[in-house]
């Protein structure tokens, strides 16, 4: 789905970024590979599924920021950061998911806006729920510097729920009337 010119520059800029980035991840250690690896994933998945190009620069641009942030440890050293990344991220990946979800038919296409709401903090909750159980895994199986915590780790899922109730506000509040997420609405003498 096109966007604004600047959002097609955008994605590319940041997709050189994330292989850039990636390919730094080597010289440091197994952990952050694979923690680049995982932006790659992040970074392809929106783009392959033409989701809307804005929403490709923002939700690249957060898990870019976001990855950096734990590499170069500015979550210890910038009070705050990691809430706000990890709400923001976890509502832009659960928008996603609902766009894709909705796109596949997984979803229904007319779902009121409550229920969007609804479904987008669900998703957000489980995927913000996946990535904790992901960093204990890390820290108490791989790596013992990645930090975790029980002030962490339920500030994250709060800061991941409260994200994507936002974000799926958001998307309700942007959706056409009668149409689904995303959408341009019903086309006239569509059944």
Same mark, same amino acid.
Do not use: K, N
């Given at each position: 789905?096109?966007?604004?010119?600047?959002?097609?520059?955008?994605?590319?800029?940041?997709a050189?970024?994330?292989?850039?980035?990636?390919? !730094?991840?080597f010289?440091?250690?197994?952990?952050?590979v694979?923690?680049?690896?995982?932006v790659?994933? +992040?970074?392809?998945?929106?783009r392959?599924c033409?989701?809307?190009?804005?929403?490709?620069?923002?939700?690249?641009?957060?898990?870019?920021? $976001?990855?950096?942030?734990?590499?170069?440890?500015?979550?210890?050293?910038?009070?705050?950061?990691?809430?706000? *990344?990890?709400?923001?991220?976890?509502?832009?990946?659960?928008?996603?998911?609902?766009?894709?979800?909705?796109?596949?038919?997984?979803l229904?296409?007319?779902?009121? &806006?409550a229920?969007? *709401?609804?479904?987008?903090?669900?998703?957000?909750?489980?995927?913000a729920?996946?990535?904790?159980?992901?960093?204990w895994?890390g820290?108490?199986?791989?790596?013992? !510097?990645?930090? *975790?915590?029980?002030?962490?780790?339920?500030?994250?899922?709060?800061?991941?729920?409260?994200?994507?109730? *936002?974000?799926?506000?958001?998307?309700?509040? &942007?959706r056409?009337?009668? $149409? +689904?997420? +995303?959408?341009?609405?019903?086309?006239? +003498?569509?059944?």
């Amino acid at each position: 789905m096109p966007g604004p010119p600047w959002s097609r520059l955008g994605t590319d800029a940041l997709a050189v970024l994330g292989l850039a980035s990636f390919v !730094a991840a080597f010289w440091r250690d197994g952990v952050s590979v694979a923690l680049f690896a995982l932006v790659l994933l +992040g970074l392809t998945v929106p783009r392959v599924c033409r989701l809307p190009g804005p929403f490709q620069v923002a939700s690249g641009a957060t898990i870019l920021l $976001g990855a950096w942030a734990a590499v170069l440890d500015w979550y210890v050293t910038v009070p705050g950061l990691d809430v706000l *990344v990890h709400a923001v991220a976890t509502g832009l990946l659960a928008v996603a998911a609902v766009l894709l979800m909705t796109r596949v038919g997984a979803l229904p296409e007319q779902l009121p &806006r409550a229920g969007l *709401v609804v479904v987008t903090t669900a998703l957000g909750t489980l995927l913000a729920v996946l990535w904790e159980a992901g960093e204990w895994v890390g820290h108490s199986w791989i790596d013992e !510097a990645i930090q *975790v915590g029980y002030d962490d780790t339920v500030g994250d899922l709060v800061a991941g729920v409260l994200g994507s109730a *936002v974000a799926g506000a958001a998307l309700a509040s &942007r959706r056409p009337a009668g $149409g +689904g997420p +995303g959408s341009r609405g019903r086309r006239r +003498g569509a059944g």
